[in-house]
Nanobody
């Protein structure tokens, strides 16, 4: 089975920085696109950033220029560097990976347990 283990959340002042990490594991699984989503208080989960195995990235407009997503394919690990944090970035951040075992037709989404990021004003 696939496991996604997140680390790096916490409390930071506005204007500060945090880095989230997510290590994926699973015997016999291949990991395609990976990325981050977040659920702000009282709101639905939303896309933050994604990255393909080849390194192509996609960002929500609200984080462009402030957040950077990267990955280490050898370690099946995805990172989210968050700079110039704002109070509205406060949310639970979830790691996501699209992975499959055997045929790519078996590809599905897997999620981490969530990491709380709180930005104080």
């Amino acid at each position: 089975q696939v496991q996604l283990v997140e680390s790096g959340g916490g409390l930071v002042q506005a204007g500060g920085s945090l880095t989230l990490s997510c290590a994926a594991s699973g015997n016999g699984f291949s990991f395609n696109a990976m990325g981050w989503y977040r659920r702000p208080p009282g709101k639905q989960r939303e896309l933050v950033a994604t990255i393909t195995r080849g390194g192509s990235t996609n960002y929500a407009d609200s984080v462009k220029g402030r957040f950077t997503v990267s990955r280490d394919n050898a370690k099946n690990t995805v990172y989210l560097q968050m700079n110039s944090l704002k109070p509205e970035d406060t949310a639970v951040y979830y790691c996501n990976a699209r992975a499959y075992s055997g045929s790519v037709w078996n590809e599905r989404d897997y999620w981490g347990q969530g990491a709380q990021v709180t930005v104080s004003s």
